[in-house]
């Protein structure tokens, strides 16, 4: 009987109280997910620049060794970024606004010119996009901002004002490289952000239409920017023009079909559609891999966004509001992103050079996201870390509460087999506590003494 009770409280222990203990002291399905991308990644990337890299280098694994190579750089990145405690970001968040805008100047200075757009800094065999950790920067600055004028925001148009002014200083740096992708998708986080922080929502809505205003000026007074406009709505007016890269992207979406043509087995990666490796690697992916592998990859990409915004809610809920605010920024980051890089493949905007976050080639792109994911991960830490710490101070006062209501022995134990000279000492000792209560307790004695005259008086009453 007791074998069997043993037995039947060694598996609700199990049940109940294993999981409490197996706990990861992170988020492994957002590692996993992260690694999914980037294996996608490896594998598109190979199968899309092989063409391009055997012309340009002689070796078709040119940009596929080069992409590995980013990859593990991005991945030592994340580890180191992962020992930063929550603190770090807290406390640098101003000084790293003040670097990103060090590398917008500089790129405009000595930066290096590719296709037309000045944005790329070359440290010796290093390439550092500026535009990348800028982004990042930025959304730490505003997170941080958040915090220490939530009142000023959320109250007064003057807080809410202040933000915008950094950004549009950004936002003019990037504009003269020229990059308007990177500006639209830190607007619309930007935009996010400040909704979710609770910003009016007057000055929300007209915050929107002052920013659409702003896009179409900037489209409208830029040649080649009323180009892409016009070609993104009609691609087919000059397949062989302004609509040649779009209109091959389609190509690719239309042959892709449900399950795709195969790995390998492309045609608009033979250097009919450019870029094919890095903006527009998607459309590669829904050719080879079909409607199946495109929703593959967006499920992924939705899986880490709802966990980037779960991680902030948990965070908000715990008085981290600056942990919050900057998972808030990275899962809109994440998401503005893929929808700007798969809409313009796709032709349902107009051609963006955006990266799809953790697939396409790109080594400024790669670490930075993989920095981003390595920030949730972090955040995420310090909350089980918290609660793992709230649980023990728990567990430690029951225990002391436990501790201080402990009983004596009883007498029943006191007469146990073998215990005889441990009675009589306990016995002595209770004698000698006794006496030395009535000792501390003159009103018993006085008490006792009323009591044995009146019992003397009824016994001589008794008498008589």
Do not use: C
């Not at 880490?304 to 809109?332: P, T, W």
């Not at 000792?429 to 006792?448: F, L, M, Y």
């Amino acid at each position: 009987m007791m074998l069997a009770s043993t037995k039947l409280s060694e598996l609700f222990a199990t049940k109940h109280d294993s999981p409490q203990q197996a706990k990861y002291p992170y988020d492994a399905t957002l590692v996993l997910i992260a690694l999914a991308l980037m294996s996608i990644g490896v594998i598109i990337v190979t199968s899309a620049s092989m063409p391009v890299a055997d012309r340009l280098h002689g070796n078709p694994f040119h940009f596929a060794i080069r992409h590995g190579i980013y990859i593990v750089a991005a991945i030592f990145a994340a580890i180191a970024v992962l020992q930063l405690p929550m603190q770090f970001w807290r406390v640098t968040n101003p000084y790293l606004l003040f670097a990103a805008i060090g590398l917008l100047l500089a790129v405009l200075l000595i930066g290096r010119t590719v296709n037309g757009s000045t944005r790329w800094l070359a440290l010796g065999p290093i390439t550092i996009q500026a535009a990348e950790p800028a982004k990042l920067f930025f959304f730490a600055y505003l997170a941080g901002y958040l915090v220490r004028r939530y009142e000023e925001v959320t109250e007064n148009l003057k807080g809410f004002i202040k933000p915008l002014g950094v950004f549009f200083l950004l936002a003019l740096l990037l504009l003269l490289q020229p990059d308007l992708g990177t500006v639209v998708v830190m607007f619309a986080t930007t935009i996010g952000l400040l909704f979710l922080a609770g910003a009016r929502l007057w000055q929300f809505f007209a915050l929107v239409f002052v920013g659409l205003l702003a896009v179409v000026a900037l489209i409208v007074f830029e040649e080649y920017r009323l180009k892409r406009v016009t070609s993104f709505l009609d691609p087919w007016a000059d397949p062989f023009g302004a609509g040649y890269q779009l209109t091959q992207s389609l190509m690719a979406y239309g042959r892709g079909n449900w399950f795709g043509q195969g790995l390998g087995n492309s045609l608009q990666k033979l250097e009919f559609l450019p870029e094919a490796h890095t903006d527009f690697v998607m459309a590669i992916l829904a050719e080879e891999l079909g409607f199946v592998g495109v929703l593959a990859v967006l499920g992924l990409i939705l899986w880490m966004v709802i966990k980037a915004l779960q991680i902030g809610n948990h965070a908000l809920e715990r008085g981290r509001a600056f942990d919050g605010y900057l998972s808030y920024s990275i899962g809109i980051w994440f998401s503005f992103q893929t929808a700007v890089n798969i809409g313009a493949s796709a032709g349902i905007l107009p051609t963006k050079g955006l990266t799809l976050p953790l697939v396409s080639y790109g080594g400024s792109s790669l670490i930075i996201m993989s920095i981003a994911v390595a920030i949730l991960l972090r955040i995420d830490f310090e909350l089980r870390v918290d609660g793992v710490q709230a649980l023990n101070r728990g567990e430690k006062r029951k225990t002391k509460g436990s501790a201080s209501n402990a009983k004596p022995k009883t007498d029943a134990d006191s007469n146990a087999p073998g215990s005889t000279k441990s009675a009589g000492a306990n016995a002595v000792s209770q004698a000698a506590s006794d006496s030395s209560s009535n000792k501390a307790k003159p009103e018993d004695e006085g008490k006792a003494g009323i009591k044995a005259i009146l019992a003397r008086v009824a016994e001589e009453a008794d008498n008589d």
